[in-house]
């Protein structure tokens, strides 16, 4: 997973999605980053949808 202050403009654009394993759901990225495993699939929708965000600039 890359931390959040490796994500840049230089950082090629995120595409998640969710899979599952057997009882838990989790978010995947196309940068590496994986989400914890859920066994609700809206929580790992959720995960993914945080991983999109824009984060804040760092200080």
Do not use: I
Not at 4 to 15: F, I, L, N
Not at 30 to 40: E, H, K, L, N
């Amino acid at each position: 997973m890359l931390p959040p202050q490796a994500r840049s403009a230089e950082t090629p654009t995120h595409r998640t999605h969710t899979a599952e394993r057997g009882s838990f759901a989790y978010a995947r990225c196309t940068c590496g980053w994986s989400g914890p495993a859920r066994r609700a699939r809206d929580r790992a929708r959720q995960d993914a949808d945080e991983h999109q965000a824009p984060q804040p600039a760092a200080r």
